[in-house]
């Protein structure tokens, strides 16, 4: 075993294989410590929580000491300083989901669960976590699975959901991916190595579009902006293309309507609201 696994608490295969992703990772970067954040991803996905050990190999490897690592893991809730469930079952309870009943489906999982915020339940499957916006406020109230978008959900839909996945069963998100991976799965692509579902599923349905159908059907366009700015009595080339594109607003397509590009891209289609309302 080599001294620097020692010191890191990892065995030397599994010491090797994260210093050969750790390698991908501080390639992206101009300055070695800036790969930290996604580095937590990395251990994150070994541990399933950002452990001692994991805290002691982010600094090993960047130079720097495990203070400064646990400084940043202790700011980010992604990162977490204790064991996590398989799955984080996060229930949006800022205001719109709030008042749309987000409130009454965490405590409703709460109970259901017998768990309280950032808490696991005894079988290790799910964390319950209340979140404090899933920006997805278009499908209020809205929970999420290793953050996989389960959208208009109820108290009833929820308690289904997770006795379903502490059942092991396969469960389908409203929008996105086709399924739900673990959260050790999720840590590995947040740390920048892709499973290659981001382009599985709806992107974005009616709710999201309805502003720009708006726009189309009123042949709506924002206002042109302030006058390009003047040198020596002539409009700037930037200024001009400003003024250009400004003009145009509205009339390009939206990035949520691309075009399929995966057999199991269903972008186009448009979800039966009533379907988001169970899991």
């Known amino acids: 075993m080599t001294l620097e696994a020692h010191r890191s ?55 720097i000491t495990a203070a400064e690592v646990s400084a940043v893991a202790t700011f980010y809730t992604q990162y977490k300083r204790h064991p996590n469930g398989t799955y984080t079952v996060g229930v949006c309870t800022n205001t719109l989901c709030a008042i749309m009943g987000g409130d009454e489906i965490f405590d409703e999982l709460s109970e259901h669960l017998g768990v309280g915020h950032d808490e696991t339940t005894d079988d290790g499957a799910i964390t319950l976590e209340r979140v ?55 840590s590995r692509v947040l740390a920048g190595f892709s499973d290659g579902r981001a382009d599985e599923g709806v992107g974005a349905g009616r709710p999201t579009l309805a502003g720009l159908r708006l726009a189309r059907e009123h042949d709506w366009t924002a206002p042109a902006g302030a006058a390009p700015e003047q040198v020596d009595g002539s409009a700037t080339d930037a200024g001009a293309a400003a003024a250009e594109g400004a003009s145009a607003v509205g009339q390009e397509q939206s990035s949520a309507e691309r075009r399929p590009t995966t057999p199991a891209d269903a972008t186009g289609a448009t979800p039966d609201a009533s379907k988001g309302k169970q899991p």
């Open 9 to 63: 608490g990892y065995d030397e295969a599994t010491y090797a294989r994260l210093a050969t992703d750790t390698a991908a990772i501080v390639a992206r970067y101009p300055e070695k410590r800036s790969a930290l954040l996604p580095m937590l991803h990395l251990v994150q996905s070994e541990d399933g929580y950002v452990s001692r050990d994991g805290i002691a190999f982010c600094a090993e490897q960047l130079g």
């Open 132 to 186: 404090e916006c899933n920006a997805a406020c278009d499908y209020a109230p809205v929970v999420m699975v290793n953050w996989e978008f389960f959208d208009n959900q109820t108290p009833a839909g929820a308690t289904q959901l997770a006795d379903r996945l502490r059942a092991g069963e396969d469960v389908a998100p409203t929008r996105g991916a086709a399924s739900v991976c673990t959260f050790k799965q999720m």
